[in-house]
């Protein structure tokens, strides 16, 4: 089952995107959050000018100025565009995590922690080629504790961390339990985290040629078997 929702998942990412975007009803609103998106990734936001992000979508600064009114301003509406989407793509998840907390089955709780785990090896392609960008944006907020920091903390980190938690502790019948059990979900979310960061250096260290789908799914097929050895 994990790999029908690691798939989905995957295909979603940028569709889940365009839709937020669609939702400003301005071309030139979304022209310049999809390169804000980029450029604060690839750059601080401290690096980042308002002249340069504007000329590179495609857009007069005037046009910037009055969609967003400062820098600031427009790196948090980035980090807000950054939980919808998550929310939106985790909400599957969390209905299912909803079932589980009234059946307390260990066996379903166990495919879900895969499902949500699988969802977060990402093969490189066309279809999630703005995933990159939103993962160097968390990585830099929770290492730097930047502007976007408690946003993401309250909105993302924290309730992503009860949720596998709670699971890791039903799945294993409360062998692992407490504190012990959210250790054990910041690691698991950790390391899939930084791997699909890593893929370029995963790539080279196996001699892939690329990282696509049929590589994602080696990686999320072990990554189940480590699960299954740690949580079973």
């Not at 600064?61 to 948090?76: E, G, I, Q, S, V």
């Not at 879900?112 to 703005?130: A, F, P, Q, W």
């Not at 502007?147 to 709670?166: D, G, H, V, W, Y």
Request: proline residues 2%; glycine residues 4%.
């Amino acid at each position: 089952m994990f790999e029908f929702y690691a798939r989905k998942g995957k295909a979603k990412m940028d569709k889940i995107l365009d839709s937020i975007l669609e939702e400003y009803r301005s071309e030139t609103a979304g022209k310049i959050l999809r390169t804000a998106l980029e450029m604060f990734a690839v750059g601080t936001p401290a690096a980042v000018r308002m002249r340069d992000l504007a000329k590179k979508a495609g857009v007069n600064l005037a046009a910037a100025n009055y969609h967003f009114k400062t820098k600031d301003a427009l790196y948090m509406e980035v980090a807000n565009i950054i939980v919808r989407l998550f929310q939106r793509q985790y909400a599957p998840y969390i209905e299912r995590f909803e079932r589980v907390k009234l059946s307390r089955k260990p066996k379903e709780a166990l495919e879900l922690i895969k499902d949500v785990l699988s969802s977060r090896i990402r093969c490189e392609s066309r279809g999630n080629r703005y995933t990159k960008y939103i993962v160097l944006i968390l990585m830099r907020e929770e290492l730097c504790c930047g502007e976007a920091f408690e946003l993401f903390l309250k909105k993302l980190f924290i309730p992503r961390t009860r949720m596998t938690s709670e699971l890791v502790e039903i799945a294993t019948k409360g062998r692992i339990s407490g504190e012990r059990a959210k250790i054990a979900a910041k690691l698991l979310l950790g390391q899939t985290h930084l791997f699909s960061a890593a893929r370029l250096g995963v790539k080279f260290d196996l001699n892939w040629k690329a990282f696509g789908e049929m590589e994602a799914e080696k990686v999320r097929e072990l990554n189940s078997e480590f699960v299954d050895r740690i949580l079973r």
